[in-house]
T-cell receptor, first 115, second 112 residues
Framework: ETGVTQSPTHLIKTRGQQVTLRCSSQ?????VSWYQQALGQGPQFIFQYYREEENGRGNFPPRFSGLQFPNYSSELNVNALELDDSALYLC??????????????FGEGSWLTVV | AQTVTQSQPEMSVQEAETVTLSCTYDTSESNYYLFWYKQPPSRQMILVIR??????QNATENRFSVNFQKAAKSFSLKISDSQLGDTAMYFCAFMNGNQFYFGTGTSLTVIP
């Protein structure tokens, strides 16, 4: 158990719809990162939130957006869903002011299928 | 730009034997971290081992060890005494500034 909880675990959406994925980070962790893992690929960095502000973004369009709340939990929102958005979405939490690596934990992911 | 390359899409090893997974990376940074993550069918990313670039000594963690060659930008993972529970996807990852860059993974199967 990593203490990082993601919901929902699986969902199916129709092209053009919007989706919200949620992540509860481990206690004491103030940084949340989101990754997209397409089938057969390694995870790709979407963005990171630190103390409720976006702190770095990968090569993803603006229809991928996020939020971090005062309790450090986070949401990933994707608008105007496309078939290629079908993937596993991973959340990783960490405490930024500590040595990185040992304190980064991944959730089990949310499987999104767009039909 | 940082890139991570894993050139072995699939590998297999007999139980109790040793296997080495390869990884190369490209970066212009001097301070960074390297990781191996294991992803079983449950899809949970599990940290196997990490290496700080400024440390010359290779990291070890029980049956897992790395061969870190900074000049060659190579970071291979050796698994000794392979166990059935080691069957999983293995991802090599580079971190700089809190962002991971992952390779495409190596699917390892341990054969009884």
């Amino acid at each position: 158990e990593t203490g990082v909880t993601q919901s929902p675990t699986h969902l199916i959406k129709t092209r053009g719809q919007q989706v919200t994925l949620r992540c509860s980070s481990q206690s004491g962790h103030n940084t949340v990162s989101w990754y997209q893992q397409a089938l057969g690929q390694g995870p790709q960095f979407i963005f990171q939130y630190y103390r409720e502000e976006e702190n770095g973004r990968g090569n993803f369009p603006p229809r991928f957006s996020g939020l971090q709340f005062p309790n450090y939990s986070s949401e990933l929102n994707v608008n105007a869903l496309e078939l290629d958005d079908s993937a596993l979405y991973l959340c990783a939490s960490s405490r930024r002011d500590r040595n990185t690596g040992n304190t980064i934990y991944f959730g089990e992911g949310s499987w999104l299928t767009v039909v | 730009a940082q890139t991570v390359t894993q050139s072995q899409p699939e590998m297999s090893v007999q139980e109790a034997e040793t296997v080495t997974l390869s990884c190369t990376y490209d970066t212009s940074e001097s301070n960074y971290y390297l990781f191996w993550y294991k992803q079983p069918p449950s899809r949970q990313m599990i940290l196997v081992i990490r290496q700080e670039a400024y440390k010359q000594q290779n990291a070890t963690e029980n049956r897992f060890s790395v061969n870190f060659q900074k000049a060659a930008k190579s970071f291979s993972l050796k698994i000794s005494d392979s166990q059935l529970g080691d069957t999983a996807m293995y991802f090599c990852a580079f971190m700089n500034g809190n962002q991971f860059y992952f390779g495409t993974g190596t699917s390892l199967t341990v054969i009884p």
